[in-house]
Nanobody, 116 residues
Framework: QGRLAESGGGLVQAGGSLRLSCAAS????????MGWYRQAPGKQREMVAR???????DYRDSVKGRFTISRDNAENTVDLLMNNLKPEDTAVYYC??????????WGQGTQVTVSS
């Protein structure tokens, strides 16, 4: 079974930027569309951005124009560049294959906190 390790979170003021990184091990992630998800306190986990093997991307409306997802297939990494962060972006961020559900393996995630 593969593993996922997210990093790069932290505390930032509104309007600031962070770059999250996901190191994946295992062929399942190397050969799958990947995504970044987030879960805020008291809320369900939601998809933030996804990227196909060929690099096509898709974002939830609330982050369009601010977040950029990228991947390095050779290194098996997926990054999320987050600009102009807002307090409502505060959450634990996870990476996983596209359409992952609660029964799939999830990494520890990385905490992003945006102060107003």
């Amino acid at each position: 079974q593969g593993r996922l390790a997210e990093s790069g979170g932290g505390l930032v003021q509104a309007g600031g930027s962070l770059r999250l990184s996901c190191a994946a091990s295992g062929s399942i992630y190397r050969t799958s569309p990947m995504g970044w998800y987030r879960q805020a306190p008291g809320k369900q986990r939601e998809m933030v951005a996804r990227i196909t093997l060929r690099g096509a991307t898709d974002y939830r409306d609330s982050v369009k124009g601010r977040f950029t997802i990228s991947r390095d297939n050779a290194e098996n990494t997926v990054d999320l560049l987050m600009n102009n962060l807002k307090p409502e972006d505060t959450a634990v961020y996870y990476c996983n294959k596209d359409r992952a559900n609660k029964n799939d393996y999830w990494g520890q995630g990385t905490q992003v906190t945006v102060s107003s």
